[in-house]
């Protein structure tokens, strides 16, 4: 997702506003009605809310807002698009501007944050929410957008280990995306003030899941053995010949004579 598309350009499906503020009294006035919008559709849900409480609210006359919006549809299509655009260019200066030379834990902290500043603004805020409740409405976030997105974060994954299989990094780019999905939902449907806590979770749980598939393989260390006295458990031996065949040793800590089989060992 490394461009970012104009409203007009990102909607071809959508019902289309009926023409596009030029001036920036009309600009700004399309901004308040959007905000409004996302307001009212968050505060009663979209099924309950009329085009004359969104005009209310963003403080204009009905007759103005259907000048840019045939109807409530064009609204929260306009809204979806303006997400879209938003999530598209968020999604790309994040993974373009990562540094695989800093811990990837930081590039998690950097993702959450950054997103939980975005959800800030009621516009995105209630077209993600949206989504879960009727996806129906929807003309551009679908399955395939969502694919889209796995995938992009399953290249990022190998670009940090290019060790990582295709497969596999497609495997746990869908599962961190689910469990991402499932934990941000719940942080924007539920109070504010545990919203902080949410969001850590949501951190300690991406870092736990994907970080061992994305470190180096270290190669397993050589272990050695080191025979020490049955006696007094020192190492300082030497050979001392044979006795029926089988070697005998000498400690040199406390002198006393040894044969191989009674002797006890260290690893290291």
Not at 8 to 29: D, H, L, N, V, Y
Not at 197 to 214: D, G, N, Q, T, W
Request: aromatic letters at 10%; glycine letters at 2%.
């Amino acid at each position: 997702m490394s461009d970012s598309r104009s409203m007009a350009e990102i909607q071809p499906g959508a019902t289309p506003m009926r023409r596009q503020p030029k001036q920036k009294r009309s600009q700004q006035r399309v901004e308040k009605i959007l905000h409004s919008a996302a307001e009212v559709f968050a505060e009663v849900g979209y099924e309950a809310a009329t085009t004359h409480a969104i005009a209310a609210r963003a403080g204009t006359a009905i007759g103005s807002l259907y000048q840019f919006f045939p109807d409530k549809l064009a609204l929260f299509h306009a809204l979806e698009a303006r997400h879209m655009e938003r999530v598209t260019a968020i999604n790309a200066e994040l993974l373009q501007s990562a540094d695989r030379q800093r811990p990837f834990a930081e590039f998690i902290d950097r993702m959450v944050e950054t997103y939980a500043v975005y959800f800030q603004d009621p516009i995105p805020s209630v077209v993600y929410i949206q989504y879960f409740a009727a996806p129906e409405l929807f003309e551009l976030f679908d399955e395939s957008f969502n694919d889209q997105l796995i995938q992009q974060l399953a290249a990022f994954l190998r670009q940090w280990n290019p060790e990582l299989e295709v497969e596999k990094s497609l495997s746990l780019a869908e599962t961190a995306h689910q469990c991402y999905n499932a934990l941000l939902l719940k942080a924007l449907k539920g109070e504010e003030s545990k919203r902080r806590s949410r969001y850590e979770e949501i951190k300690a749980l991406l870092v736990a899941y994907l970080l061992p598939h994305l470190e180096p393989k270290q190669p397993h260390p050589q272990v050695m053995k080191v025979m020490i006295c049955p006696h007094c458990h020192f190492s300082h031996l030497s050979k001392n010949g044979h006795r029926y065949g089988k070697q005998r040793y000498l400690c040199k800590d406390c002198g006393k004579q040894f044969l191989e089989h009674r002797a006890s060992y260290h690893t290291h």
